[in-house]
T-cell receptor
Framework: EPEVTQTPSHQVTQMGQEVILRCVPISNHLYFYWYRQILGQKVEFLVSFYNNEISEKSEIFDDQFSVERPDGSNFTLKIRSTKLEDSAMYFC???????????FGPGTRLTVL | GDSVTQMEGPVTLSEEAFLTINCTYTATGYPSLFWYVQYPGEGLQLLLKATKADDKGSNKGFEATYRKETTSFHLEKGSVQVSDSAVYFCALSEMRDDKIIFGKGTRLHILP
């Protein structure tokens, strides 16, 4: 069964460094998402992406964040200058056209020191 | 704004016990409701969903009924197994939005 994959599974970085989290959505999916979960808190929506542009973003998704689909398979989340409070589990999700379920990846745990 | 509230965990039960995890929601529109499960080391998997009032979602012995009058979507299972140990997330999504709004999650431990 096809699945969403994410790399790396765990990323440790220093405050102020740039990080890129990578996702490979399911191949025939057209809608892509990033969510995050700070330890002990809710899973929160960050951004949705369709047709090579952002469809919607939350208040969390400020100028430090960007997303890109650099080729036909990857979907990336970049944090330009990480802060301690960016430490969280980041989940990628994708879905097909039409009203359909979002399929989630296993997550990348980001630790900012 | 829309929100989901679910019971705090962890919940610890013995194998074959009856499970209920409570979930209530607040929504301005008419949302679809979901239960997602996260097994250790894995991603969020859709367990079941319901898209309109009185619909019952079911999967792997789990059930939840969309109750509009009480704005609830409680998860139940008649006889839990050790393999059901996981974190369970109640969630909603409005038609006008594409994002999913999650509850905090409830960790379930099943003892053999």
């Amino acid at each position: 069964e096809p699945e969403v994959t994410q790399t790396p599974s765990h990323q440790v970085t220093q405050m102020g460094q740039e990080v890129i989290l990578r996702c490979v959505p399911i191949s025939n999916h057209l809608y892509f998402y990033w969510y995050r979960q700070i330890l002990g808190q809710k899973v929160e929506f960050l951004v949705s992406f369709y047709n090579n542009e952002i469809s919607e973003k939350s208040e969390i998704f400020d100028d430090q964040f960007s997303v890109e689909r650099p080729d036909g398979s990857n979907f990336t989340l970049k944090i330009r200058s990480t802060k301690l409070e960016d430490s969280a589990m980041y989940f990628c999700a994708s879905r097909r056209e039409g009203p359909d379920t979002q399929y989630f990846g296993p997550g990348t745990r980001l630790t900012v020191l | 704004g829309d929100s989901v509230t679910q019971m705090e965990g962890p919940v610890t039960l013995s194998e074959e016990a009856f499970l209920t995890i409570n979930c209530t929601y607040t929504a301005t529109g008419y949302p679809s409701l979901f239960w997602y499960v996260q097994y250790p080391g894995e991603g969020l998997q859709l367990l079941l969903k319901a898209t309109k009032a009185d619909d019952k979602g079911s999967n792997k012995g789990f059930e939840a009924t969309y109750r509009k009058e009480t704005t609830s979507f409680h998860l139940e299972k008649g006889s839990v197994q050790v393999s059901d140990s996981a974190v369970y997330f109640c969630a909603l999504s409005e038609m006008r939005d594409d994002k999913i709004i999650f509850g905090k999650g409830t960790r379930l431990h099943i003892l053999p």
